[in-house]
């Protein structure tokens, strides 16, 4: 079965259909300098718009990588703080566009 939303895959193998902030904290935090550098988060289909990578530094903290074509965004970010990175993280993409999800509507109608 395929994720609804999206997808997160960890270096070691870990993977996580529609990941929750905690979910996301979890993998995250289990992030290392030698064998599970880094954890990818994108929709679950073929060339998604949108992903996001978290990885971590040789020297401590953690570098986030957000993108997505559809907003023209690319930002890198480093952080400290896994329970900031996550919660950002989970904000950030309850934003993003889904396949088969209504568009969003701003302002009034």
């Given at each position: 079965?395929r994720?609804?939303?999206y997808?997160?895959?960890s270096?070691?193998?870990?993977h996580?259909d529609?990941?929750?902030?905690?979910?996301?904290?979890?993998?995250?935090?289990?992030?290392?300098v030698?064998?599970?550098?880094f954890?990818?988060?994108?929709?679950?289909?073929?060339?998604p718009?949108?992903?996001?990578?978290?990885?971590?530094?040789?020297?401590?903290?953690?570098?986030?990588?957000?993108r997505?074509?559809?907003?023209?965004?690319?930002?890198?970010v480093?952080?400290?703080?896994?329970?900031?990175?996550?919660?950002?993280?989970t904000?950030?993409m309850?934003?993003?566009?889904?396949?088969?999800?209504?568009?969003r509507h701003?302002?009034d109608?």
């Open positions: 079965m994720a609804v939303h997808r997160a895959d270096e070691n193998g870990d996580i529609d990941p929750s902030e905690d979910a996301l904290f979890m993998l995250i935090d289990d992030l290392d030698s064998d599970n550098t954890v990818v988060i994108r929709p679950d289909g073929d060339d718009a949108w992903s996001v990578s978290v990885a971590v530094l040789d020297r401590g903290g953690y570098e986030v990588v957000r997505d074509t559809t907003h023209h965004e690319h930002d890198v480093t952080g400290t703080c896994v329970d900031r990175i996550a919660r950002d993280l904000i950030w309850a934003a993003r566009d889904f396949p088969g999800r209504p568009a701003t302002g109608v």
